[in-house]
């Protein structure tokens, strides 16, 4: 069963969540945190305090930067269209139900398909299976997160669980060729333009090398040919230069053959200077290298499948692993230095506790209902095990934050969480009521409304905390006290916690005897003359709220006429 929260106590709730959700790395892992919603039951607390008790310790800082890079690996079903699977009549029914890739019972039909697959002996055998006929679909998505499978083999040696990715990767090293090959043919035109450059630079450096030997001695003897009629040596001599271009032609087209892995023939030769591609040998070329690529990477793929099948089902369940790891850490960050709260039945205590969103806080202990053994605090004595608490004290001593850590404590007890505090005990309730005061919100409807809201959270049975935050702020303070009176009388007749804020402490005391005061004081003013706040309530005691302080402070401040009177007032004070 679910703590039942009114509105105020659950946007705290929401402000807790997202604390925690926003050190998550990863989109995947809040719904960890849903799981974790505050619950009644004693037993599902412990549970979940035993869970984290025994994972947090497990969480190692480092795992954050590994975690952000996993990305989720999706096997995908898909149609294939460069493939068909020529099967026997028997088979084709079966072969057409696993809707991969076009089936036929006749080899005619293979007319046009880069890949051809078969039961019968037609084209690479296979079996009648998905990881046979397109074994790509398990590879691909593998190759294209190698990223997550390398973060996932540093999480393991971090959590000690070592992780199957490793062994996966290792089998994938065995497709760098063919996907290199890929890259190669991705970026095929600019390939063959950047070698078209480079080639062309090259034959215009011998040219021009070549009119430059042809000036010297050699000038002359070109003349002395021509005069002679003599055509066979000049031709001969220009030979030399067409042929010192075929080899670099050949010598490119080499350099491109290695590369792709195929013959390549691209630069035509016709005109010599400068060399060009004729559009549709590039097209060929593609053609020819995708038909090839196809098949290679089926055959890889298959090799590759075939050993790292068995290892994809733990490969899975590291994966979803992970986001719980992540939901861990985020939770281990979020309650660096919190202890785990002891179940038992006498409400809400707590030593040295620490508001989740103010900075420095200054701890507070607090205890509302029986007060633990070795709670020793300076006017602790003064407890009596008291259900009910009114709050009293100086403006901003902190009496709203305090109940809103008593709140964020017990809502992180009940998520099972450790809270912020050196030691905590909670009883396991049923409902917890968190009502702020209402600001300049005056009238009878807010009054009605407020009224209507304390009567609620007074009926029905069950363990309750009731938090409120200045009740009286919206109507009389004479009237304040015989209602606030009233319905804490009822509270504590059913056996609630309640703890109020009020600046009527004084005329609530005297009507609740039962209930006990408490008292947050400022103890003085510091060197700028501010106020200096004991956020640490003084247990059965009433808080003043320290006028005399706030006197001086401005007899110190003023000047002139205006801090002689201030001084007077402040010796008033002093008694002299
Ligand atoms: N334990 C604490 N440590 C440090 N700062 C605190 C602590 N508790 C409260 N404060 C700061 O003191 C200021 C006043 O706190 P808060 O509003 O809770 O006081 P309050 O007593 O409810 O005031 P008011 O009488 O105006 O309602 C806030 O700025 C808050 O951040």
Request: with cysteine; charged share 35%; proline share 5%.
């Amino acid at each position: 069963m679910t703590l039942k929260l009114n509105p105020e106590a659950k946007a705290i709730y929401r402000a807790i969540l997202e604390e925690i959700k926003r050190r998550l790395v990863l989109p995947g892992s809040s719904a960890f945190l849903d799981e974790f919603g505050p619950v009644s039951e004693r037993d599902e607390i412990l549970r979940r305090q035993a869970y984290f008790k025994e994972n947090l310790p497990k969480i190692r800082p480092e795992l954050r930067k590994y975690l952000s890079k996993v990305r989720p690996i999706k096997f995908r079903r898909d149609f294939l269209h460069d493939r068909v699977l020529i099967v026997d009549e028997g088979e084709l029914e079966k072969a057409e139900n696993l809707n991969l890739c076009a089936v036929s019972t006749s080899l005619e039909d293979a007319e046009g398909y880069p890949l051809v697959l078969s039961t019968v002996g037609y084209g690479i055998d296979v079996e009648l299976t998905p990881s046979d006929i397109a074994p790509e679909l398990y590879i691909m998505p593998l190759w294209e997160n190698k990223e997550t499978l390398q973060a996932l083999v540093s999480i393991g040696e971090l959590t000690g669980e070592k992780s199957v990715a490793k062994e996966i990767l290792e089998a994938l090293k065995e497709l760098e060729e063919v996907m290199e090959k890929r890259r190669l043919l991705d970026g095929l035109e600019e390939l063959i333009a950047g070698k078209e450059r480079e080639l062309n630079e090259k034959i215009s450096e011998k040219l021009e090398k070549f009119s430059l030997t042809l000036s010297g001695k050699e000038l002359l003897e070109f003349l002395s040919e021509l005069k002679a009629g003599n055509y066979e040596a000049i031709f001969s001599h220009f030979g030399e230069v067409e042929g010192g271009i075929l080899d670099l032609i050949n010598e490119a087209e080499e350099e491109l053959s290695e590369k792709l892995g195929v013959t390549v023939e691209l630069f035509s030769r016709e005109d010599l200077y400068p060399v060009t591609v004729p559009p549709e040998r590039v097209e060929m070329l593609r053609e020819e290298l995708e038909k090839e690529l196809k098949v290679e990477l089926y055959l890889k793929s298959r090799e590759v499948l075939g050993k790292i099948r068995p290892l994809l089902a733990r490969l899975k369940e590291e994966l979803a692993g992970v986001y719980e790891l992540d939901f861990l850490r985020a939770v281990k960050e979020f309650a660096e230095g919190f202890t785990f709260p002891e179940l038992w039945n006498g409400g809400i205590a707590f030593i040295n506790g620490r508001h989740l969103f103010i900075e420095n806080p200054q701890p507070v202990s607090y205890v509302v209902g029986r007060k633990p053994e070795n709670f020793d605090l300076p006017g602790v004595e003064k407890v009596k095990d008291e259900p009910v608490v009114i709050l009293t004290g100086a403006n901003s001593g902190g009496k709203t934050s305090l109940l809103e850590l008593i709140t964020q404590i017990t809502l992180l007890a009940h998520m099972g969480l450790p809270v912020p505090a050196e030691k905590a005990w909670v009883e396991p309730l049923n409902e917890l009521f968190f009502f702020r005061r209402k600001r300049s919100v005056y009238g009878a409807g807010a009054f009605e409304t407020a009224l209507r809201s304390f009567v609620r959270a007074l009926k029905g049975e069950g363990r309750k905390l009731i938090l409120i935050d200045e009740f009286e702020a919206i109507t009389e303070p004479g009237a304040a006290v015989k209602i606030i009176g009233e319905l804490l009388k009822v509270a504590y007749e059913r056996g609630f916690y309640v703890v109020i804020v009020s600046h009527l402490g004084e005329d609530l005391r005297r009507e609740l005897p039962f209930a006990r005061v408490d008292g947050i004081e400022a103890k003085g003013l510091d060197e700028n003359l501010d106020l200096i706040v004991d956020r640490q309530p003084k247990f059965g005691t009433l808080g003043r709220s320290t006028p005399e302080l706030i006197v001086e402070r401005l007899a110190k401040k003023k000047r002139g006429r205006e801090r002689e009177i201030f001084e007077r007032v402040w010796r008033a004070f002093r008694g002299f």
